[in-house]
């Protein structure tokens, strides 16, 4: 399939005024691309897109889809709270470059089905129907999209492509997968099981603090290496762990702070902050697995 692999829920480093920092963004994309990341899955959760200003999301999307210069697909999450607001964030990936776009359901207001597909077609329309994803992320949105949900998504928008899969129905997966789509798995802790059902790849948040740990799970799966494979998820999920036992989004971006020497700076308010001696416990936990390079 066009759409495959390792696919890192990217951040947004910003300073201290919450603005974009392109220069450390650039080096974090180059950086997963030299790990293995086939793309990026751009101002999604990880990203903090619900809390970043719009005009910053369509930078960071343009600078994404520049820095990778086609050596990783991008697909730009637009998903916001109106359809118009959506629909600019739209037009501005599209312009930019970006492979695909893709969007999360409508949200706060619960829809129905016949709301989600006119939001989602009025998305990808402005896009200029270039391929569209979709997020199921029910945590957060409310809202569960089933196969046959998907299926009737599918019919309506013929452009769409896939889905980010964060759901908590893991048995939906092989669902997604009949549906003859890029369907990723978007839990980092199962992306071995899922490409057992077929599943594309992984989209998530761990992947962009230590890319190489899931390229060396697709790498050997593709090459029929299952018992390299399991030691490798094994390795991805201890990782994986210790960043969700503190706040995901602050300790990614302190992990990438302490591998590049760069600044991420801090999540925005009101997602939790870590303080000094958090930080500096994550580090030394993480260290201690010994399994990735700190510069």
């Known amino acids: 399939m066009e759409f495959e692999g390792v696919y890192p829920a990217i951040i947004t480093p910003l300073d201290n005024k ?6 450390a963004f650039r080096k974090i994309v180059e950086f997963n691309i ?3 990341a086939h793309g990026f899955w751009v101002s999604g959760g990880t990203g903090e897109s619900v809390y970043v200003d719009q005009s910053e999301i369509k930078k960071v999307i343009k600078s994404s889809v520049d820095q990778s210069e086609n050596r990783a697909k991008i697909i730009a999450h637009v998903g916001a709270i109106t359809t118009h607001k959506a629909q600019v964030l739209a037009e501005s990936a599209a312009n930019s470059g970006a ?3 893709c969007a999360v359901p409508p949200f706060f207001y619960k829809p129905n089905i016949d709301t989600i597909i006119n939001h989602y077609k009025a998305i990808s329309e402005a896009a200029g129907n270039i391929p569209f994803f979709v997020y199921n992320l029910p945590q957060s949105t409310g809202t569960e999209i089933t196969p046959q949900i998907m299926k009737e998504i599918m019919t309506a928008i013929p452009n769409t492509a896939g889905l980010k899969h964060s759901g908590p129905a893991f048995t939906d ?6 549906l003859n789509i890029s369907c990723f798995i978007g839990n980092a802790n199962l992306m071995l099981p899922a490409l057992t059902l077929g599943a594309s790849g992984c989209i ?13 799970i697709w790498e050997t799966f593709k ?15 201890k990782f994986s762990n210790i960043i969700r036992d503190f706040d995901m ?5 302190e992990i990438i702070s302490k591998r590049l020497n760069i600044n991420c700076g ?11 001696d958090e930080k500096s416990k994550l580090i030394t936990d993480v260290k201690k697995l010994n399994l990735i390079d700190f510069n």
């Open 18 to 23: 919450n603005k974009f920092n392109e220069e």
């Open 34 to 36: 030299n790990s293995g």
């Open 99 to 101: 492979h695909a776009i």
């Open 173 to 178: 997966l092989k669902g997604f997968v009949d």
């Open 204 to 216: 998530d948040g761990p992947l962009n603090a230590a890319p190489e740990l899931w390229s060396d």
């Open 223 to 237: 090459n029929n290496e299952f018992n390299k494979s399991m030691i490798a998820q094994d390795k991805a999920i």
């Open 249 to 253: 989004h602050a300790s990614i971006k």
């Open 266 to 276: 801090n999540p925005i308010m009101p997602l939790p902050q870590l303080n000094n």
